[in-house]
């Protein structure tokens, strides 16, 4: 190829692709930035791919995925918020506002400067509890400063009057609310206020597809909870019992949403942020007795 077909190549407009990713505007970019013109030679082709920076971003970009630009596709990374003190108690938090704890903010740092290696993120959506917020806060600032959109459809499952017990006491301080909490109906309430799985799952799911609507082409993070993680596990797979096991503290879950509200999962349950820090084994929960 010539020289002229190669820059032609390079700056002709096509839709970015797993088949065709950005690499060649970012090539464009550099040769536009050094040459005013389009008599550019073999040679100067040569060097500027030889151009340390570009090499490693070439190098760097070699190793993701761009299928989630496909403008059809929304790829929403649903992140559980960090460890609180009530989730090392075992004690059922629900709507109730708990706080991160010092373990819960380093598990924060170690999913967001995970994600600072990835592509881009166009967006940061969360959970109006503090637990949630403050790890978004955390990941938003790590990803290019951008700014946190709080749902409280992203809340985890109101469980009433369960909520601020320890399980193992519940069951016996409120035997009641207990055995509403272990039912197999999905449209059983909690006593005093609490929500069945019916409504958690219409709220939620709800919420995930209209930021799936909104951000066809795009990477987002959505923080949320373990209950309401394990709703959205369902909406992708509704034909599979179980709720894809407990929801670890600050675990990655990749959805691609896409056009005819498809769900698909593409990662699920990935921690490998947290396996070389101190704060894995304190990650465990999400299961319905944690709230």
Known sequence: M?????????????????SN??????????????????????????????????????????????????????????????ETAWNADGRIQGHLDVELNEAGRQQAVAVANRLAKEPPLSAVYSSDLKRALETAQIIATTCGNLEVITDPDLRERNLGDLQGLVYREAVLTNPEASEALRSHRSDQTIPGGGESLDQLY???????QKIGNKHRGQRVVVVSHGGTIRALWKR??????????????TSVNVFHLSDGDKWKIKTWGDVSHLDQTDYLQSGFGGDKNSG
């Open 21 to 82: 990713p950005p690499l060649r505007f970012l090539i464009s970019q550099r040769l536009k930035s050094t040459s005013s013109n389009c008599n550019i030679s073999d040679a100067f082709i040569f060097t500027t791919l030889q151009t340390p920076s570009l090499r490693t971003a070439i190098s760097s970009m070699a190793d993701f995925d761009y299928s989630f630009v496909n403008p059809a596709v929304a790829e929403i990374i649903v992140v559980r918020h960090g």
């Open 236 to 249: 992708a797979h509704p034909h599979r019992h179980g709720g894809g096991g407990k929801i670890l503290n």
């Open 2 to 18: 010539s020289a002229v077909g190669f820059f032609n190549l390079l700056t002709t407009p096509a839709p970015i692709s797993a």
């Open 202 to 208: 219409q709220r939620c799911t709800s919420s995930l």
